[in-house]
């Protein structure tokens, strides 16, 4: 049964059509999950305001919460996520879409240096880039060095935002513990404040701001869990067994 559920699920993304209507059918459940949430946001107006002033700022999130984080989007800032090329990446680019994002794609092993010019062309122009640090294939809840590049590159903040609500389906067997919101919750939202990569920073220096980010998210999330009434969840160093397309993490010369 299981076999044969994957072959369907594989013919199902090599469909145009049917990646659409699925993608469809996800977001309409995210938007439900969204609008019968009872949600506490902190530090939204604030992120908000901080982009604002810097015309285009990096998200951080973990690749464990990330299917709602669109709807608190501010549809007038530009903001873009990377996306695998793969099937799987296009279905959730799809799902993106449908929320305003838009795309950049090439987050495979041979084209990583050509994504990673482009997010960095895309901050420069004034177009926020989203991260899950810890993804695709973890560490969970662990940062990679890859948005504190960007952001020491372009001179942008680096900003995390993390959510927990009160009724979920913890997937167990993903590397991650991917959180699926279901509706009719209590919410809570955190963005942490903004976080500056001097340009001049050494490997020392960068490595010391990694861990000051991976704090500040560790603690919004784990707040959050409190918040709702939810076991916090801290991290794991679960990693995901079979490594697919990594995150362009190699600087980027201008």
Request: aromatic residues 8%; hydrophobic residues 40%; charged residues 25%.
């Amino acid at each position: 049964m299981a076999k044969t559920l994957k072959k369907v699920t594989r013919k199902l993304l090599k469909s145009n059509f049917a990646t659409t209507i699925i993608s469809k059918l996800i977001s309409a459940y995210i938007r439900l999950v969204r609008v019968t949430t009872k949600w506490q946001v902190n530090g939204l107006d604030e992120m908000n305001a901080v982009w604002d002033e810097h015309k285009s700022v990096i998200i951080v999130m973990w690749h464990a919460r990330t299917s709602l984080i669109a709807t608190f989007w501010n549809k007038k800032h530009p903001l873009y996520a990377l996306i695998s090329q793969h099937k799987d990446g296009q279905l959730m680019g799809k799902v993106l879409g449908n929320f305003g994002l838009g795309k950049i794609e090439g987050s495979s092993t041979s084209n990583s240096r050509a994504a990673a010019i482009q997010l960095l062309k895309a901050l420069k122009s004034d177009k926020s880039i989203c991260f899950t640090p810890d993804g695709p294939t973890g560490p969970a809840m662990e940062m990679t060095l890859s948005p504190l590049v960007f952001a020491q590159k372009s001179g942008k903040p680096v900003i995390g935002m993390v959510y927990s609500v009160s009724r979920a389906f913890i997937s167990r067997k993903s590397w991650d513990d991917m959180m699926i919101p279901l509706p009719f919750s209590r919410g809570v939202l955190n963005c942490t404040k903004p976080f500056f990569i001097p340009k001049d920073a050494s490997a020392e220096e960068l490595e010391k701001h990694r861990l000051e980010i991976e704090k500040a998210l560790v603690e919004a999330s784990v707040g959050a869990d409190k918040a709702v009434g939810r076991e916090p969840v801290y991290p794991s160093h679960k990693v995901k067994k079979k490594k697919t397309y990594p995150y362009p993490t190699m600087p980027v010369k201008k």
